[in-house]
């Protein structure tokens, strides 16, 4: 078969330019300049190929719509794609790249079956009948739209932080398409008892329709050969955008004894006005998107009555679909003052991250050591005695069930903790108060690890001690998690 006898067929039923230099295999960016392909591979280039004719009621020079990709690559169709992406709210995305994803509809991948029956009619052998003669409309759709669209957009295509445009088409004949190959899809799988009716999708088409599977007569009896001109071109039914996910870490310092970490609800009503995960949010997911679909993760968390002091507590947002893909360090910092306004909170290094270093958060947390300051209360004034009890620089292993303020959300276990070290001092101020500085393992409840909650902690410091303790407040001092890297202003 040579080349210029396809191009010569293609032509009289119609088929487009782009789809002749898709029959024609050409690949990668041969698209971009079509009479260099032509003349490469031996055919005469013709500009204004395709059929042509004289619409009667106007006398205008018209092309008709291409019968094997509904027009879909033509100039036409590229600039209301345009426009209709450009009406779009794409203009409130703040994206370089975006990603476009374009569901075509049925009836035109049953129109290059169509063509494929027609070429081996009139090629015969010369036309393969397991493998496809064409290059995908799928694979055209990514050589010739895709970089046409980035271009006039004048954003990058990026498959993995790009804004996905999601492109929905149809067209008039879809139905009756459909409607002809469950008829023919009767005859050629003609469905056992019992057995499950397999929806008509492109999958299928694609595995159980070739040539080599279905016989040209029987095809021809449902299907046009080669597929007809059609009068409509395809219409867009919906366009619809998504923003990237992105993720914002930073470390957070509680600096109030009545904030709880998330919003608190008791029986309906709020506990607490205010959260951790809410002052957070609203001013930095805010720019992003709306905050209430954000996600708030953090490395551990406190009570409500605990702060956490020292260089803070790792979090992250996962913010999806947002505005902006991108954070400037400015940015950045106002976000910081923003948050410090609330005086419950401060936070430090907020930074856009990787969607991998989440595993920083949530991996790893059963290994890490925590360090607490705890202001304790004793019944009588502290002693050199008690101080040497509470020596404990090397470290001992606790066992500790679950405590009951903890039962209704979490089971009933006891669990091996290690208290890397324990040292005690007295309060100058108040002789009868005591504070410890306790290293332990990550999960270890501190005020029970203190007052022992009847005996549920063993060892405890008032065992160890040998008379009730109590906490009177309690700051977390470190954690142990060297992420997000520190940003210095
Ligand atoms: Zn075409």
Request: proline share 4%; charged share 30%; with cysteine.
């Amino acid at each position: 078969m040579k080349n210029q006898d396809l191009v010569d067929y293609l032509k009289e039923c119609g088929v487009c330019l782009f789809c002749q230099l898709r029959y024609l295999k050409a690949r990668g960016n041969e698209y971009q300049n079509k009479q260099e392909y032509f003349e490469k591979v031996n055919v005469l280039y013709e500009e204004d190929s395709g059929c042509i004719e004289y619409a009667p009621t106007n006398k205008r020079k018209r092309r008709n719509v291409c019968p094997t990709c509904l027009d879909l690559f033509s100039d036409d169709f590229r600039d209301q794609l345009l426009l209709s992406i450009s009406s779009t709210d794409i203009g409130k995305y703040d994206c370089d790249g975006i990603v476009i994803a374009m569901s075509i509809p049925i009836i035109l991948q049953l129109r290059q079956l169509s063509m494929w029956y027609a070429l081996i009619d009139k090629f015969g052998d010369n036309v393969s009948l397991d493998r496809t003669p064409d290059v995908s409309l799928k694979e055209a759709i990514k050589l010739i739209l895709n970089p046409t669209i980035c271009e006039k957009l004048k954003k990058s295509y990026d498959i993995n932080n790009g804004l996905m445009v999601t492109i929905n088409l149809s067209h008039s004949q879809e139905e009756e398409g459909i409607t002809r190959l469950e008829k023919l899809n009767n005859i050629v799988n003609p469905r056992k008892r019992g057995e499950k009716y397999e929806k008509i999708s492109r999958s299928l088409i694609e595995r159980k329709y070739t040539p080599a599977r279905v016989s040209s007569e029987l095809f021809k009896e449902i299907f046009d050969v080669p597929p007809l001109i059609s009068n409509e071109g395809l219409k867009f039914d919906s366009i619809s955008l998504l923003g990237p996910s992105v993720y914002v870490a930073g470390r957070y310092r509680k600096i109030s004894r009545k904030l709880s970490h998330t919003p608190w609800v008791l029986n309906g009503e709020r506990v607490m006005d205010d959260s951790i995960e809410e002052i957070i949010n609203r001013n930095i997911a805010n720019y992003f998107c709306d905050p209430k679909k954000v996600n708030f993760m953090s490395s551990g968390r406190e009570d409500v009555d605990v702060r956490c002091l020292g260089a803070g507590r790792p979090f992250v947002l996962e913010i999806p679909n947002a505005l902006q893909s991108s954070l400037n360090s400015e940015k950045a910092r106002q976000m910081e003052d923003n948050i410090d306004k609330s005086q419950k909170v401060s936070v430090r290094d907020i930074q856009m991250v990787k969607r991998e270093d989440l595993s920083h958060i949530k991996m790893g947390e059963e290994h890490k050591r925590k360090c607490y300051r705890a202001l304790c209360q004793i019944g009588s004034v502290a002693t050199i005695d008690m101080l040497r009890k509470l020596d404990l620089q090397q470290g001992f292993e606790i066992q500790q069930k679950t405590p009951i303020r903890v039962l209704h959300r979490r089971p009933l276990h006891t669990r091996p903790r290690t208290v890397y070290s324990l040292k005690a001092s007295v309060c100058q101020q108040n002789k009868c108060l005591i504070i410890l500085d306790i290293v332990t393992q990550a999960g270890t409840y501190i005020k029970e690890l203190v007052h022992g909650e009847f005996g549920r902690t063993i060892p405890s410091v008032a065992s160890l001690l040998g008379q009730p303790i109590d906490i009177v407040a309690l700051d977390v001092m470190e954690i142990d998690l060297d992420w997000p890297p520190s940003i210095s202003v």
